[in-house]
C-alpha cells in the first residue's frame, strides 16, 4: 500500500450479501474460458472446451447466435461457482451496491480516475438476473512517479470492496503505461464477492478528450488481441454493416466501408449510454458533451439536414429529416425497447439540447 491511501472500510451493505466461495481459482477459469470459446472455430471445439473445465452441455443446449451460445455455457460456469441472483431485482440491487461502494471508495481516496457505467444498467434496462456491469475509466495522464503508482494502488484497492481481479487473462498492471501518457486502452475482468460479473475498459482521458474531433482516430491497445476478428458496425445513416475487421492493435473512433462512414463503440458508448458516475475534475462531463456534440454534427450532415441559402451557404436545419428515432437508429442499440423509459426520455432530450447548440454556434435556423 502506498503512503497516503486512506483506508477504506466496507459498507455493510455489500457485506450483508457477500459469501466466501467466489475463488482467484474460478475467477481466472471463468475469463480463461470465455476467451477459449471466442476462439472456438467448431462446434466440436466448443463443446470441448467447456467440457475441459467442467461445463457439460449438448448440442441442443446451444441454440442462437454464438455470443449467446457462450453467454448459456458462462451461465452454467457460474451457477457452479458464483453467487446467483433470484430475481431481476435482486440483481438489480447487487449492482447498485457494487456501482454506490465504488464511487463512494473512489471519493474516499480522491482518485482522479472518472468513471462511467455502461452496458444494460447505463441504458437503463436490467432484464436478466445474470446481467453483468460494464465499468469505463478514464485515466488521467501523471506525471511523477508517486502519484502514479497511488492511482493504480486506489485501482487495486478495489478488492477491498469485493472485487477479485483476473490478472491471468487482463493484468491490472497494463494501465501502468495509460498513466504515464493519458493515452491507450486496456481491459480489466473482475467477478465481486457477490458474483457480479464485470468487465471494465481503462481509457486514456487524452484519448477520451480527442476523440470527438479526430477522424479517423484511434486508442491504441496496450496488449494486442491474438487475432483480428470481425464486427458489426453502425454508420451515421443507420447502416449496420457486419464484417468489419476488427484490430488487433487499435480500437478505430471511426472508419470507412462501403462508402460509409462507421462509428466505432466508445464515441457511441461514451456519449450516449453510458452514465457518469464519478467526475472528479469535471473532465468526464466535458468529453461526454464533446462527444455528444460531434455525433449530432455529423449525424445531420450525412442525413441531409442541412439547408443552404441561394448562395450556397448553410442557414438552416430540417427537421424533418433529423427526428430523434433516426437519429436513435444510429446508435449501437437502435431501437427505443432497448432503452429503459427514463433512459429514453433523457436520451431524447439531450439529442434535441445538442440540436439547438449546433444551430445557436452556427447561426442556423430550425425549420
Not at 467448431?42 to 449438448?58: A, I, K, N, P, R
Not at 498492471?173 to 465481486?192: D, H, S, V
Request: proline share 4%.
Amino acid at each position: 500500500m502506498v503512503e497516503g491511501i486512506a483506508e477504506y472500510t466496507e459498507p455493510r451493505e455489500i457485506e450483508k450479501g457477500a459469501v466466501n466461495n467466489v475463488t482467484q481459482e474460478k475467477v481466472d477459469e471463468y475469463f480463461y474460458l470465455r476467451d477459449k470459446l471466442r476462439l472456438a472455430k467448431t462446434l466440436e471445439e466448443f463443446l470441448q472446451q467447456c467440457s475441459d473445465f467442467g461445463v457439460h452441455l449438448e448440442r441442443a443446449d446451444l441454440t442462437g447466435k454464438p455470443s449467446a451460445q457462450i453467454k448459456t455455457a458462462l451461465a452454467k460456469f457460474a451457477q457452479d461457482y458464483f453467487p446467483q441472483s433470484h430475481s431481476v431485482e435482486e440483481q438489480r440491487e447487487k449492482l447498485e451496491q457494487v456501482i454506490a461502494t465504488t464511487v463512494n471508495y473512489l471519493q474516499s481516496q480522491r482518485s482522479q480516475i472518472v468513471l462511467w457505467v455502461g452496458g444494460s444498467f447505463g441504458k437503463g434496462k436490467i432484464s436478466k438476473a445474470t446481467t453483468d456491469l460494464d465499468l469505463y475509466l478514464g485515466l488521467p495522464e501523471v506525471t511523477d512517479e508517486f502519484s502514479r503508482r497511488r492511482e493504480y494502488e486506489i485501482l487495486l484497492g478495489l478488492k477491498n470492496i469485493g472485487y477479485v481481479f483476473c490478472d491471468l487473462v487482463a493484468p491490472t498492471q497494463n494501465i501502468l503505461p495509460i498513466f504515464e501518457t493519458g493515452r491507450g486502452m486496456a481491459p480489466i475482468r473482475a467477478i465481486t464477492n457477490t458474483g457480479v460479473q464485470m468487465d471494465i475498459h481503462a481509457l486514456g482521458m487524452k484519448d477520451l478528450q480527442s476523440m470527438h474531433s479526430i477522424f479517423p482516430g484511434y486508442i491504441n491497445r496496450v496488449s494486442p488481441l491474438p487475432e483480428p476478428g470481425k464486427q458489426d458496425s453502425i454508420s451515421f445513416t443507420g447502416q449496420k454493416i457486419s464484417g468489419v475487421e476488427r484490430s488487433k492493435t487499435i480500437v478505430e473512433n471511426y472508419t470507412k466501408k462501403e462508402g460509409q462512414i462507421l462509428k466505432g463503440l466508445y464515441p457511441d458508448n461514451v456519449a450516449t449510454v453510458t452514465e457518469l458516475l464519478y467526475d472528479p475534475n469535471n473532465q468526464g462531463s466535458e468529453v461526454q458533451h464533446n462527444v455528444w456534440f460531434s455525433l449530432v454534427k455529423a449525424f445531420i450532415f450525412h442525413n441531409d439536414g442541412y439547408i443552404q441559402d441561394e448562395l450556397g451557404k448553410t442557414a438552416r436545419i430540417n427537421r424533418s429529416k433529423i427526428s430523434f428515432r433516426a437519429f436513435l437508429k444510429t446508435l449501437w442499440y437502435q431501437d427505443a425497447e432497448d432503452y429503459g423509459k427514463e433512459k429514453l426520455s433523457l436520451l431524447e432530450k439531450k439529442y434535441n439540447e445538442i440540436v439547438e447548440e449546433v444551430a445557436a454556434r452556427y447561426s442556423l435556423k430550425i425549420d
